[in-house]
């Protein structure tokens, strides 16, 4: 197999690139960091990888709203590319400042209608947190997810608050099958009310961790799993034992396996 090429897209104020980059290569991938300005240059760039990496972070200082003027780069300049990269069944991943700048592009998760955006991750009621979470995925047809049904992840972040524009709207996306990851209590389960603080660190709409495109190919969730790809990541590991791996290995493997 030729291992795909991973664009881990680098601008002012990323600072997950490097973990994003490390999770890629351990999969298999072969990951290169690139800055925003360089793809603008040459948004034909895009045509030499196979997968695209948004890291966490602070870009831009996260001023005007988290994410947003990346956001704001990528609709405005880089838009045709990136919905051409996902219509070449190619993929893209968004965490946590990644999916914020994914979602708040309107491009993919979920595209904006005539009356703008669907959903938005606005401000945690309980501030910056900073902790672990338990997640269940549903993977439906999400191709970084598939036979994954629990994970454990970090999060680190002020603005994770996933809410919809209407109620109509979580539940569509819901039906869909595109709500693909949901904050889980202890045992890996997610009721259908919304979870206490801090199960649900962010009181998101309908304990909402990520979301998928229709199609699979682009996911977007708040968590951190390229901080949990080693077993020694664990925050417990030295009381429960060492783990084969760690959790969010997996997804990593699973979007490199992809293009075998």
Request: proline letters at 7%; aromatic letters at 6%; charged letters at 20%.
């Amino acid at each position: 197999m030729v291992p795909p090429k991973v664009l881990v897209l680098r601008a002012p104020g990323s600072n997950c690139d490097n973990e994003l980059h490390y999770a890629f290569e351990l999969a298999g991938g072969v990951a290169e960091k690139v800055h925003v300005n360089r793809l603008r240059e040459n948004p034909a760039l895009l045509k030499q990888f196979q997968i695209l990496g948004i890291p966490g972070g602070f870009t831009y200082g996260d001023d005007v709203a988290a994410g947003k003027i990346l956001a704001h780069q990528l609709a405005h300049y880089l838009s045709e590319a990136i919905r051409q990269f996902r219509d070449e069944e190619k993929l893209i991943l968004g965490v946590c400042n990644g999916f914020q700048i994914l979602l708040k592009a309107g491009i993919l998760i979920p595209p904006d209608d005539e009356d703008g955006p669907l959903a938005t991750l606005t401000h945690n009621p309980t501030g910056f947190n900073d902790r672990w979470v338990r997640l269940k995925a549903s993977p439906g047809n999400c191709v970084f997810l598939k036979e994954i049904n629990q994970m454990l992840a970090p999060i680190a972040h002020g603005e994770g608050r996933f809410v919809c524009r209407k109620e109509w709207i979580l539940k569509g996306l819901e039906q869909a099958g595109q709500v693909v990851l949901h904050y889980a209590d202890e045992v890996g389960n997610t009721p259908s009310e919304l979870l206490p603080h801090p199960l649900n660190p962010n009181a998101s709409q309908g304990n909402v961790a990520g979301i998928c495109d229709a199609t699979g190919r682009v996911l977007g969730l708040m968590p951190h799993p390229e901080r949990h790809v080693l077993p020694t990541q664990h925050p417990k590991w030295t009381r429960v034992g060492l783990a084969k791996e760690g959790d969010g290995l997996k997804l990593f493997r699973n979007a490199v396996a992809y293009f075998a």
